[in-house]
């Protein structure tokens, strides 16, 4: 059942909602992630809410806060730079694939550069990942430094005339201040040769408000342009996700919806909001 549902069929037919209504949804934003500054601003909006249109009025209300900054992925140059990048285990690597997928998809070409040089294992992965999806992957010798991996990987697709290079990177912890300044020479070294057009912050779905304390250290350590909210076949309702794009206003580009390369969509806000009506 949707997030709204069961708080719109107690509103239909009645002028105001009782104080008790109120409480409950205030429950449900919050049990949803929305978070506690987004659920008060939506609460104080919703208040002036009649029963009659009380669904139509609390879909805008949400749509409202939404982001209006553009989800369509930067177009395809030669090549067009995607910097991935997100804290440990959020998906990082499996979203590289699932985006290079889509795109090759899309007819396409790419090359990837795995930048997280930290494990071998991460390599592997990628690497693995590629071949799968039938595209070069960039790899360094094992501990290079990851920004001469990304430059290596870039300068590749450039040579090649490639449309994207995607940059898989190691999760950091968004407090670690060294990790995160490190983010800032990877995007100086490819800017050497070809500006970063896009860097977007992997965010899992599941993780709650932490979710958006991340992309708020994130933002301050590298310029994000969007987000991959990764994870969202839980059970989880990803309210996170609104509160993100409300409070930071950086726009979802992405979701993943499952561990396979086709769990993995555009982001579609209508799609998402009926998603917390039905
Ligand atoms: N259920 C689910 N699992 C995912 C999704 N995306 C990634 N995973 C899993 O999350 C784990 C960590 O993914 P990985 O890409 O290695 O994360 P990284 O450390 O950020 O690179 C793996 O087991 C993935 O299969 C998703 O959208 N849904
Ligand atoms: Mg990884």
Same mark, same amino acid.
């Given at each position: 059942?949707?997030?709204?549902?069961?708080?719109?069929?107690?509103?239909?037919?009645?002028?105001?909602?009782?104080?008790?209504?109120?409480?409950?949804?205030?429950?449900?934003?919050? =049990?949803?992630?929305?978070?506690?500054?987004?659920?008060?601003?939506?609460?104080?909006?919703?208040?002036?809410?009649?029963?009659?249109?009380?669904?139509?009025?609390?879909?805008?209300?949400?749509?409202?806060?939404?982001?209006?900054?553009?989800?369509?992925?930067?177009?395809?140059?030669?090549?067009?730079?995607?910097?991935?990048?997100?804290?440990?285990?959020?998906?990082?690597?499996?979203?590289?694939?699932?985006?290079?997928?889509?795109?090759?998809?899309?007819?396409?070409?790419?090359?990837?550069?795995?930048?997280?040089?930290?494990?071998?294992?991460?390599?592997?992965?990628?690497?693995?990942?590629?071949?799968?999806?039938?595209?070069?992957?960039?790899?360094?010798?094992?501990?290079?430094?990851? =920004?001469?991996?990304?430059?290596?990987?870039?300068?590749?697709?450039?040579?090649?005339?490639?449309?994207?290079?995607?940059?898989?990177?190691?999760?950091?912890?968004?407090?670690?201040?060294?990790?995160?300044?490190?983010?800032?020479?990877?995007?100086?070294?490819?800017?050497?040769?070809?500006?970063?057009?896009?860097?977007?912050?992997?965010?899992?779905?599941?993780?709650?408000?932490?979710?958006?304390?991340?992309?708020?250290?994130?933002?301050?350590?590298?310029?994000?342009?969007?987000?991959?909210?990764?994870?969202?076949?839980?059970?989880?309702?990803?309210?996170?996700?609104?509160?993100?794009?409300?409070?930071?206003?950086?726009?979802?580009?992405?979701?993943?919806?499952?561990?396979?390369?086709?769990?993995?969509?555009?982001?579609?806000?209508?799609?998402?909001?009926?998603?917390?009506?039905?």
């Amino acid at each position: 059942m949707g997030l709204f549902s069961r708080f719109v069929a107690k509103l239909k037919g009645e002028s105001t909602a009782s104080a008790l209504d109120w409480d409950e949804l205030t429950t449900e934003l919050l =049990a949803a992630d929305l978070g506690p500054i987004l659920t008060e601003q939506v609460i104080a909006e919703a208040k002036k809410i009649k029963g009659d249109d009380a669904e139509s009025s609390l879909r805008d209300i949400l749509h409202s806060h939404l982001s209006k900054k553009a989800r369509e992925l930067a177009p395809p140059a030669s090549p067009s730079v995607i910097l991935v990048v997100g804290v440990n285990g959020v998906g990082k690597t499996t979203s590289v694939a699932k985006l290079a997928s889509y795109l090759h998809q899309a007819s396409h070409s790419v090359v990837l550069g795995a930048a997280d040089t930290f494990r071998a294992a991460a390599v592997d992965q990628l690497a693995t990942w590629g071949a799968r999806v039938g595209v070069e992957v960039i790899t360094g010798k094992d501990q290079s430094e990851p =920004a001469s991996v990304a430059f290596d990987a870039v300068k590749r697709a450039t040579e090649l005339n490639r449309h994207y290079a995607i940059i898989d990177t190691a999760g950091r912890l968004h407090t670690k201040n060294d990790l995160m300044a490190e983010l800032g020479k990877i995007k100086r070294v490819i800017e050497k040769s070809v500006p970063v057009t896009e860097v977007l912050l992997v965010i899992d779905g599941t993780t709650g408000q932490n979710g958006l304390i991340q992309a708020k250290l994130f933002s301050e350590a590298v310029e994000v342009t969007g987000l991959i909210v990764t994870k969202l076949d839980g059970s989880a309702r990803g309210g996170v996700a609104l509160a993100i794009e409300s409070q930071l206003d950086l726009p979802i580009k992405f979701i993943g919806t499952g561990e396979g390369i086709e769990d993995f969509a555009p982001f579609d806000s209508a799609h998402y909001l009926d998603g917390l009506f039905s």
